[in-house]
């Protein structure tokens, strides 16, 4: 399974930006959808996730700003973030937490798929 995020960008403060998360493979599924963020000389941490049954995690800091949502039929997931801050700043990663594949009635689990990063960069 391939993960690819896109969406990034530079806005000021208030502002807003989409991410996308597009996961791509053949037979397979996901369970949790996530997005995590790496600032400058930090480590990176969670911002949201959302599983297949639709239930959403966010983290503290972004509570009431973004909104992560799924389509199961194409495997994406948008993170809505809105009211951003100069804190925002950091580059986002997508991730799967398990994939399930499937060969016939038989399937395998595999752990913790990252796509690449996108920058987002938020002005003062």
């Known amino acids: 399974v391939q993960l690819q995020a896109s969406g990034g960008g530079l806005v000021q403060f208030g502002g807003s930006l989409r991410l996308s998360c597009a996961a791509s493979?053949?037979?397979?599924?996901?369970?949790?959808l996530g997005w995590y963020r790496q600032a400058p000389g930090k480590q990176r941490e969670f911002v949201a996730a959302i599983t297949a049954g639709g239930r959403t995690t966010y983290a503290d800091s972004v509570k009431g700003r973004f909104t992560i949502s799924r389509d199961n039929t194409k495997i994406t997931a948008t993170l809505q973030m809105n009211s951003l801050k100069p804190e925002d700043t950091a580059v986002y990663y997508c991730n799967a937490d398990r994939v399930r594949y499937w060969s016939g009635t038989e399937s395998l689990d595999a752990y913790d798929f990252w796509g690449q990063g996108t920058q987002v960069t938020v002005s003062s």
């Open positions: 493979g053949r037979r397979f599924s996901v369970n949790a």
